[in-house]
């Protein structure tokens, strides 16, 4: 089994910083791409971030190049989201999925955790 959990979320004041952290445990002999997904109530989960299993290359979604900052760390089996310059607009529940390759697209990934809320105030 593949465990993730997400943590660091909360009520944060629009501007300001925060890290995720995901944490991988279970099956961790493996390697996988791991990305970061975001959605607001009722509304589709939506691509956030993605770096490959080496941490070399990443990739992200528009509204968030520039500011977000997807990093890893193997040895802890770890992923971290690192969130600046936070906007009304970034709220949601943020999810992190594990997958064989890196990738924008949902259903690329077949390991999630079960989500941490971001709230923003303005």
């Known amino acids: 089994q593949v465990h993730l959990v997400e943590s660091g979320g909360g009520l944060v004041q629009a501007g300001d910083s925060v890290t995720l952290t995901?944490?991988?445990?279970?099956?961790?002999?493996?390697?996988?791409?791991?990305?970061?997904?975001?959605?607001?109530?009722g509304k589709e989960r939506e691509f956030a971030a993605a770096v490959d299993w080496t941490g070399r290359r990443s990739y992200y979604t528009d509204s968030v190049k520039g500011r977000f900052t997807i990093s890893r760390d193997n040895a802890k089996n770890t992923v971290y989201l690192q969130m600046n310059s936070l906007k009304p607009e970034d709220a949601g529940v943020y999810y992190c999925a594990a997958g064989v390759d890196i990738s924008t697209i949902r259903a690329q990934y077949e390991h999630w955790g079960q989500g941490a809320q971001v709230a923003v105030s303005s």
């Open 22 to 41: 995901c944490a991988r445990s279970g099956r961790t002999s493996r390697s996988y791409a791991m990305g970061w997904f975001r959605e607001a109530p």
